[in-house]
């Protein structure tokens, strides 16, 4: 594994490889441009090709190509080991029959989650019923295969008995969340989680398996979609379809179309909007979001066009804005859904994103259709609307949305304000770890990052940002040393010496002139 991983480092270079994900400026023999990992406007992470790292000034983000790809993927090392290799046309070292019993549990699952994959291809290729329902659906032949998707057989145990022919021990099929155990001592054993369903694998942003949903072939079956169990490497909550083929164009375009199901997904994907994801039927969480945000900070939501949809999408707007992140909302036709549209007409599909409106906006011409008696409208958007806008970071924007909401209901400007006001934006999540609002805080050693400063500027003399770096710096070492001196002179006044106070006015004194400085 050691000798892959240094293969790697040689034939790849971390500007390339960075600047294939955000856009890095020439920096004398570095590299700097704005940190993709926390909201910044002067540019303060930087890429140094011969020490072959990253270090951002803001946010105290730093390592090589493998901890870069981690930490923007959303992945563990061995993913982005595989992603680097890909690039690297490096072939990585594989188990072979004779140490196969030191692979890792984790390792195991993911094995038995490809070969129940392969299974599922090869169960659709001759069954005509389920063919029929995809052909139903618009779905392609091509997208069939893109996507790898299945069908699990209508009997209890055909994954089972499969899958046992091969090799793999009971434990790790239930473990991978491929089958379930009936009551203890019924002397039975484990049956299929899916049947009778056509399968979507769920895989990770480097492509792997890590899980199933199923859709029901018969019209009766209920759930009508049934998603694995969490495991040891899928979280549902987590997991977006679609983002191992969507990411690359999610950045590239700026931002990504949201849907609800995989069916919605894939014919989006084949009306050719290559920049969709679906949360796998399940609510859009946080961590959804903060996936995409590393990618791009603009969304737009395009859920099902019926009461359950709208409300699903509201929820997510506001999720979504109080992570910072640009919001519009798609309109689709009353009582269609995005896989109706984009099959029967992908420049219809198209359009209908195109003209997305900002969250606000779309939600309260909803408001204004739904309600005409005005006491009860300007209720709804107090409650519904005002909320949103609160949510939104730009001063200006909050201006714009309330003359429209006052020019829309007819309600004053002021009163709109006053009203606005009063919203307690307690939905909002925590800000990201890595989020830095102001200067440079929060890191483990100041000197460290004063000794990374100074190896760069020997790579890049004269680098304003940098130097700004440096000075800033030297003053908040100061400081610190000001805070820690201080702290031991207040213990000695405890103590009860009198004395000290001279000295504690002096030192604050001075502490204040260097946070002036900072200003």
């Given at each position: 594994?050691?000798?892959?991983v240094e293969t790697i480092k040689e034939r790849?270079?971390?500007?390339?490889?960075?600047?294939?994900?955000?856009?890095?400026?020439?920096?004398?023999?570095?590299?700097?441009?704005?940190?993709?990992?926390?909201?910044?406007?002067?540019?303060?992470?930087?890429?140094?090709?011969?020490?072959?790292?990253?270090?951002?000034?803001?946010?105290?983000?730093?390592?090589?190509?493998?901890?870069?790809?981690?930490?923007?993927?959303?992945?563990?090392?061995?993913?982005?080991?595989?992603?680097?290799?890909?690039?690297?046309?490096?072939?990585?070292?594989?188990?072979?029959?004779?140490?196969?019993?030191?692979?890792?549990?984790?390792?195991?699952?993911?094995?038995?989650?490809?070969?129940?994959?392969?299974?599922?291809?090869?169960?659709?290729?001759?069954?005509?019923?389920?063919?029929?329902?995809?052909?139903?659906?618009?779905?392609?032949?091509?997208?069939?295969?893109?996507?790898?998707?299945?069908?699990?057989?209508?009997?209890?145990?055909?994954?089972?008995?499969?899958?046992?022919?091969?090799?793999?021990?009971?434990?790790?099929?239930?473990?991978?969340?491929?089958?379930?155990?009936?009551?203890?001592?019924?002397?039975?054993?484990?049956?299929?989680?899916?049947?009778?369903?056509?399968?979507?694998p769920l895989k990770d942003s480097s492509g792997?398996?890590?899980?199933?949903?199923?859709?029901?072939?018969?019209?009766?079956?209920?759930?009508?979609?049934?998603?694995?169990?969490?495991?040891?490497?899928?979280?549902?909550?987590?997991?977006?379809?679609?983002?191992?083929?969507?990411?690359?164009?999610?950045?590239?375009?700026?931002?990504?179309?949201?849907?609800?199901?995989?069916?919605?997904?894939?014919?989006?994907?084949?009306?050719?909007?290559?920049?969709?994801?679906?949360?796998?039927?399940?609510?859009?969480?946080?961590?959804?979001?903060?996936?995409?945000?590393?990618?791009?900070?603009?969304?737009?939501?395009?859920?099902?066009?019926?009461?359950?949809?709208?409300?699903?999408?509201?929820?997510?707007?506001?999720?979504?804005?109080?992570?910072?992140?640009?919001?519009?909302?798609?309109?689709?036709?009353?009582?269609?859904?995005?896989?109706?549209?984009?099959?029967?007409?992908?420049?219809?599909?198209?359009?209908?994103?195109?003209?997305?409106?900002?969250?606000?906006?779309?939600?309260?011409?909803?408001?204004?259709?739904?309600?005409?008696?005005?006491?009860?409208?300007?209720?709804?958007?107090?409650?519904?609307?005002?909320?949103?806008?609160?949510?939104?970071?730009?001063?200006?924007?909050?201006?714009?949305?309330?003359?429209?909401?006052?020019?829309?209901?007819?309600?004053?400007?002021?009163?709109?304000?006053?009203?606005?006001?009063?919203?307690?934006?307690?939905?909002?999540?925590?800000?990201?770890?890595?989020?830095?609002?102001?200067?440079?805080?929060?890191?483990?050693?100041?000197?460290?990052?004063?000794?990374?400063?100074?190896?760069?500027?020997?790579?890049?003399?004269?680098?304003?940002?940098?130097m700004r770096h440096k000075e800033e710096l030297?003053?908040?070492?100061?400081?610190?040393?000001?805070?820690?001196?201080?702290?031991?002179?207040?213990?000695?006044?405890?103590?009860?010496?009198?004395?000290?106070?001279?000295?504690?006015?002096?030192?604050?004194?001075?502490?204040?002139?260097?946070?002036?400085?900072?200003?």
């Amino acid at each position: 594994m050691g000798g892959d991983v240094e293969t790697i480092k040689e034939r790849l270079d971390i500007a390339e490889v960075i600047g294939s994900y955000t856009k890095l400026e020439k920096a004398g023999q570095s590299f700097k441009a704005k940190c993709p990992f926390h909201n910044e406007k002067t540019p303060s992470f930087f890429v140094s090709p011969s020490r072959q790292s990253y270090y951002c000034f803001g946010c105290g983000a730093k390592g090589d190509i493998f901890t870069f790809v981690e930490q923007t993927e959303g992945v563990e090392f061995k993913e982005a080991l595989k992603i680097l290799a890909d690039r690297a046309g490096v072939e990585l070292k594989k188990f072979s029959p004779q140490n196969k019993a030191e692979q890792s549990e984790k390792e195991r699952i993911l094995e038995v989650l490809e070969e129940a994959s392969s299974f599922f291809e090869k169960e659709l290729s001759s069954n005509i019923s389920a063919q029929k329902y995809l052909k139903t659906r618009g779905i392609g032949e091509e997208s069939v295969k893109n996507w790898n998707l299945g069908f699990a057989p209508a009997e209890w145990r055909s994954l089972y008995t499969h899958l046992l022919s091969l090799g793999y021990k009971e434990e790790i099929l239930l473990k991978a969340g491929l089958v379930k155990r009936v009551e203890p001592g019924s002397g039975k054993s484990p049956y299929d989680v899916f049947r009778d369903r056509i399968t979507f694998p769920l895989k990770d942003s480097s492509g792997t398996v890590i899980a199933f949903s199923g859709r029901a072939l018969a019209k009766e079956t209920e759930p009508k979609y049934l998603n694995s169990p969490d495991t040891v490497v899928f979280k549902k909550h987590e997991v977006l379809y679609g983002l191992d083929r969507a990411k690359d164009k999610i950045r590239r375009k700026d931002y990504a179309v949201l849907v609800e199901g995989q069916i919605d997904l894939v014919l989006s994907h084949q009306a050719g909007v290559d920049n969709t994801v679906a949360s796998s039927g399940t609510a859009f969480t946080q961590a959804h979001l903060e996936r995409l945000k590393k990618l791009s900070k603009r969304i737009i939501l395009a859920f099902d066009a019926d009461a359950a949809g709208y409300a699903a999408s509201e929820k997510s707007a506001a999720l979504a804005m109080a992570l910072g992140l640009e919001v519009k909302v798609a309109r689709l036709p009353e009582g269609s859904d995005p896989a109706e549209v984009a099959k029967e007409d992908p420049a219809k599909w198209k359009e209908i994103l195109r003209k997305s409106l900002p969250a606000v906006e779309h939600f309260l011409s909803l408001v204004l259709e739904g309600e005409k008696d005005a006491r009860k409208a300007g209720l709804a958007v107090k409650n519904r609307i005002l909320p949103l806008v609160a949510l939104l970071e730009s001063s200006i924007e909050r201006s714009h949305f309330v003359s429209l909401i006052a020019k829309r209901t007819g309600i004053k400007e002021d009163v709109v304000w006053d009203d606005l006001k009063k919203v307690k934006v307690s939905a909002a999540p925590p800000p990201d770890k890595g989020e830095v609002q102001e200067g440079i805080k929060n890191h483990p050693s100041r000197s460290d990052e004063y000794h990374e400063v100074m190896a760069l500027l020997k790579e890049n003399p004269g680098d304003k940002d940098l130097m700004r770096h440096k000075e800033e710096l030297s003053i908040l070492m100061r400081i610190d040393e000001f805070d820690e001196e201080m702290s031991r002179l207040r213990l000695d006044m405890k103590e009860g010496d009198n004395k000290m106070l001279a000295r504690v006015a002096s030192l604050a004194r001075k502490r204040d002139e260097q946070r002036r400085k900072m200003r």
